[in-house]
C-alpha cells in the first residue's frame, strides 16, 4: 500500500484521471451481501478499501435496504466502516463508538459522520440547533479539528498555537486557541486572550497561504474595552 503521488504517476506513465478511473472500477466490483440489520460493520481485510466506498456515487445510498432508512456512515479508521440508518434510536451510540474507535486508532481518518446528498455524493452530516444529535455532530466535528491541528503542529517550522475541546453535552462543544501574537492560531469558535475569551468573529486576522488546516497570523491582540463611564447612563432630571 502507499500514497499515489505525483512522482508515482511518472514512474506508472499514467495521468491523474486514469488513475482515479481505476481506483474507482475496482471499487465498484464490490458487492454487498447479508440480510437486512440496524448497523453493518465492514471490517476490513487489508484488500478491500470500505472507507474508500464512500468516495463512490451512490453507493452509500444503495445501502437503504440494508439498513432501513436514509444510511448514515462512520469511517473512524482505515480498517473499519460503520453504516446504519438517520433514524435509529442507536444514533448517539454509534457516534461515541465511532469516537472511541478514532481515539485508539494508529490510522485514524474521521470521528464524524456522512451522508449522501442530492446528487449521490457523500457529505458531512448535519443537523439544526434544535435537534437531538446537534451536539455529538459539533463533537465529532471539533474533534477532528483538534487532531488535525495537533498532528499539523509537529509538522510546522513557526510556532503554532494549540486547539483545545472545551464544553459539555448539556451545553453543547466548542474549541478555544490561546492567543499568542508569535503563534500561528487554528481556526477555533474562541479565542483566550489572558482573562478574556473573545469569539473568533471579533478578531482581526490574516490566513496563513498553504497550510490545510489553516491557520492564522495576527498582528496585536485585540483592545480591551474603554472603561464605561458610569454617568453615562444617569437619567437626567427635567428642569421646569
Given at each position: 500500500m502507499?500514497?499515489?503521488?505525483?512522482?508515482?504517476?511518472?514512474?506508472?506513465?499514467?495521468?491523474?484521471?486514469?488513475v482515479?478511473k481505476a481506483?474507482?472500477?475496482?471499487?465498484?466490483?464490490?458487492?454487498?451481501?447479508?440480510?437486512?440489520?440496524?448497523?453493518?460493520r465492514?471490517?476490513?481485510?487489508?484488500?478491500s478499501y470500505w472507507?474508500?466506498?464512500?468516495?463512490?456515487?451512490?453507493w452509500?445510498q444503495?445501502l437503504?435496504?440494508?439498513?432501513?432508512?436514509?444510511?448514515?456512515?462512520?469511517a473512524?479508521?482505515?480498517?473499519?466502516?460503520?453504516?446504519?440508518?438517520?433514524?435509529?434510536?442507536?444514533?448517539?451510540a454509534?457516534?461515541?463508538?465511532?469516537?472511541?474507535?478514532?481515539?485508539?486508532?494508529?490510522?485514524?481518518?474521521?470521528?464524524?459522520?456522512?451522508?449522501s446528498?442530492?446528487?449521490?455524493?457523500?457529505?458531512?452530516?448535519?443537523?439544526p440547533?434544535?435537534?437531538?444529535l446537534?451536539?455529538?455532530?459539533?463533537?465529532a466535528?471539533r474533534?477532528l479539528?483538534v487532531?488535525?491541528?495537533?498532528?499539523?503542529?509537529?509538522?510546522?517550522?513557526?510556532?503554532?498555537?494549540?486547539?483545545?475541546?472545551?464544553?459539555?453535552?448539556?451545553?453543547g462543544w466548542?474549541?478555544?486557541?490561546v492567543?499568542?501574537e508569535?503563534?500561528l492560531?487554528?481556526?477555533?469558535?474562541?479565542?483566550?486572550i489572558?482573562?478574556?475569551t473573545?469569539?473568533?468573529p471579533?478578531?482581526?486576522?490574516?490566513?496563513?497561504p498553504?497550510?490545510?488546516p489553516?491557520r492564522?497570523?495576527?498582528a496585536g491582540?485585540p483592545?480591551?474595552?474603554?472603561?464605561?463611564?458610569p454617568?453615562?447612563?444617569?437619567?437626567?432630571?427635567?428642569s421646569r
Amino acid at each position: 500500500m502507499t500514497y499515489v503521488t505525483e512522482s508515482q504517476l511518472k514512474t506508472w506513465h499514467v495521468r491523474p484521471n486514469e488513475v482515479f478511473k481505476a481506483a474507482r472500477d475496482n471499487l465498484e466490483a464490490a458487492t454487498l451481501q447479508g440480510s437486512p440489520t440496524e448497523l453493518i460493520r465492514f471490517i476490513d481485510d487489508g484488500d478491500s478499501y470500505w472507507t474508500s466506498h464512500l468516495l463512490l456515487e451512490h453507493w452509500l445510498q444503495r445501502l437503504e435496504p440494508q439498513v432501513g432508512g436514509p444510511p448514515i456512515a462512520f469511517a473512524p479508521e482505515r480498517g473499519t466502516l460503520l453504516i446504519t440508518s438517520t433514524g435509529s434510536p442507536h444514533l448517539r451510540a454509534v457516534f461515541a463508538q465511532a469516537e472511541e474507535l478514532y481515539a485508539r486508532s494508529a490510522r485514524p481518518i474521521t470521528p464524524m459522520a456522512y451522508v449522501s446528498d442530492s446528487h449521490g455524493c457523500t457529505v458531512p452530516f448535519a443537523v439544526p440547533e434544535d435537534h437531538p444529535l446537534h451536539h455529538a455532530v459539533g463533537r465529532a466535528e471539533r474533534i477532528l479539528a483538534v487532531q488535525e491541528y495537533t498532528r499539523q503542529a509537529g509538522h510546522l517550522s513557526e510556532p503554532a498555537a494549540e486547539l483545545v475541546l472545551t464544553g459539555d453535552d448539556g451545553t453543547g462543544w466548542r474549541t478555544r486557541a490561546v492567543w499568542d501574537e508569535k503563534a500561528l492560531l487554528p481556526t477555533a469558535d474562541e479565542v483566550q486572550i489572558g482573562d478574556r475569551t473573545i469569539p473568533w468573529p471579533d478578531l482581526e486576522l490574516e490566513p496563513v497561504p498553504g497550510l490545510e488546516p489553516i491557520r492564522w497570523r495576527a498582528a496585536g491582540a485585540p483592545q480591551s474595552p474603554p472603561p464605561r463611564d458610569p454617568r453615562a447612563r444617569r437619567p437626567q432630571r427635567r428642569s421646569r
